[in-house]
């Protein structure tokens, strides 16, 4: 059994921006001082893909995650990544029903629009990849029995630095299954003694009502995939992600679903910034993001000046800096 498609009409430009602004506002109402993870979250959703969360504890991961569920008013549930969870706790099982002689399935916590896995790599890696065939076809096979998802389908995954005790790394094919990866970062001092006032009443999140419906976010989706994307912006996409394939620092360069997902990033990106095509700095804009936790370094990486690669951040941005922007035409 396929995936149902998800049809839907798109919207005008004014609504998508009332909207977008509004889901904006709210979550900005809860995370202070992160604007830019708030966008990179909101543009994933629209762009139909997953998001990882990646950063040290306590600086909000988990806060983001929940801000951006409680906005859409659809199916949210939340797994909890530990050592002993299984495949099958977080797909489903099917219970022989010994009154009727069949085996009846019972759907596990990925059955929702919006699925947040809490500390994820804090699980084994078979039990990370059971989300392989969710996060990438939108579907549940158990028991050679194929279950189709919800649709719109995210995770929102977060983990902690593998440095931390009791992490597993995640698996490479998981990792090329999220559309982007962001760390949320220390607030600045100001933002912070605000989070202390505002939270001495109760958690932001509890007063944070729903945006828009499941309806409504399919338009906006739907609007996302309507927006124009020319053949020189393409190529100028494919010409990065081909560039890190290259890249001697890199032993391990982005997939052609790297590109594929930089694209649809890129033209959420545009939408919500009031247009209807996406420009060469929606890609640049994404590239990291987007990239980075897809890729590995070489052992004792180096520059071509001989200088040592710090990150994989590093080595993005500047296959960017060096990439050729394409110059507009009248053939696109």
Same mark, same amino acid.
């Given at each position: 059994?396929?995936?149902?498609?998800?049809?839907?009409?798109?919207?005008?430009?004014?609504?998508?921006?009332?909207?977008?602004?509004?889901?904006?506002? =709210?979550?900005?109402?809860? *995370?202070?001082?992160?604007?830019?993870? $708030? @966008?990179?979250?909101?543009?994933? !959703?629209? &762009?139909?893909?997953?998001?990882?969360?990646?950063?040290?504890?306590?600086?909000?991961?988990?806060?983001?995650?929940?801000?951006?569920?409680?906005?859409?008013?659809?199916?949210?549930?939340?797994?909890?990544?530990t050592p002993d969870l299984l495949p099958a706790d977080i797909t489903g099982v099917?219970?022989?029903?010994?009154?009727?002689?069949?085996?009846?399935?019972?759907?596990?916590?990925?059955?929702?629009?919006?699925?947040?896995?809490?500390?994820?790599?804090?699980?084994?890696?078979?039990?990370?990849? =059971?989300?392989?065939?969710? *996060?990438?076809?939108?579907?549940?096979? $158990? @028991?050679?029995?194929?279950?189709? !998802?919800? &649709?719109?389908?995210?995770?929102?995954?977060?983990?902690?630095?593998?440095?931390?005790?009791?992490?597993?790394?995640?698996?490479?094919?998981?990792?090329?299954?999220?559309?982007?990866?962001?760390?949320?970062?220390?607030?600045?001092?100001?933002?912070?003694?605000?989070?202390?006032?505002?939270?001495?009443?109760?958690?932001?999140?509890?007063?944070?009502?729903?945006?828009?419906?499941?309806?409504?976010?399919?338009?906006?989706?739907a609007t996302v995939r309507e927006i124009y994307?020319?053949?020189?912006?393409?190529?100028?996409?494919?010409?990065?992600?081909?560039?890190?394939?290259?890249?001697?620092?890199?032993?391990?360069?982005?997939?052609?679903?790297?590109?594929?997902?930089?694209?649809?990033?890129?033209?959420?990106?545009?939408?919500?910034?009031?247009?209807?095509?996406?420009?060469?700095?929606?890609?640049?804009?994404?590239?990291?993001?987007?990239?980075?936790?897809?890729?590995?370094?070489?052992?004792?990486?180096?520059?071509?000046?001989?200088?040592?690669?710090?990150?994989?951040?590093?080595?993005?941005?500047?296959?960017?800096?060096?990439?050729?922007?394409?110059?507009?035409?009248?053939?696109?």
């Amino acid at each position: 059994m396929g995936r149902e498609p998800m049809s839907a009409e798109p919207m005008g430009a004014e609504e998508f921006g009332e909207l977008a602004s509004s889901i904006r506002l =709210a979550m900005n109402g809860v *995370m202070d001082g992160k604007p830019d993870a $708030v @966008d990179t979250a909101l543009a994933v !959703l629209l &762009a139909e893909g997953h998001l990882l969360i990646e950063d040290v504890p306590g600086v909000g991961k988990t806060m983001l995650a929940r801000a951006l569920a409680r906005c859409i008013d659809g199916s949210v549930n939340r797994i909890q990544f530990t050592p002993d969870l299984l495949p099958a706790d977080i797909t489903g099982v099917s219970v022989y029903r010994q009154q009727l002689g069949t085996f009846e399935f019972t759907p596990g916590p990925i059955f929702a629009h919006i699925v947040i896995g809490d500390e994820i790599n804090r699980a084994s890696p078979k039990t990370q990849s =059971a989300l392989l065939e969710c *996060m990438e076809e939108g579907l549940v096979t $158990v @028991d050679g029995h194929t279950h189709a !998802l919800a &649709a719109p389908f995210l995770v929102v995954a977060t983990q902690n630095p593998i440095e931390m005790e009791g992490t597993y790394a995640l698996p490479e094919a998981q990792r090329d299954r999220f559309m982007a990866r962001i760390s949320i970062g220390y607030p600045d001092a100001e933002s912070e003694a605000r989070m202390v006032r505002d939270r001495e009443h109760g958690s932001p999140l509890e007063r944070l009502a729903p945006v828009i419906d499941v309806a409504g976010l399919r338009r906006m989706i739907a609007t996302v995939r309507e927006i124009y994307v020319s053949p020189a912006v393409e190529r100028y996409a494919v010409a990065i992600v081909q560039a890190t394939r290259e890249e001697p620092a890199l032993r391990l360069g982005a997939s052609p679903r790297a590109t594929l997902q930089l694209v649809r990033a890129a033209r959420a990106r545009a939408a919500m910034d009031g247009r209807d095509f996406v420009l060469p700095d929606d890609i640049d804009a994404l590239a990291t993001t987007v990239l980075s936790h897809r890729m590995l370094l070489v052992p004792r990486a180096q520059h071509p000046d001989g200088r040592p690669a710090r990150s994989v951040d590093e080595v993005v941005e500047r296959i960017v800096a060096a990439a050729t922007v394409p110059v507009p035409s009248a053939g696109g």
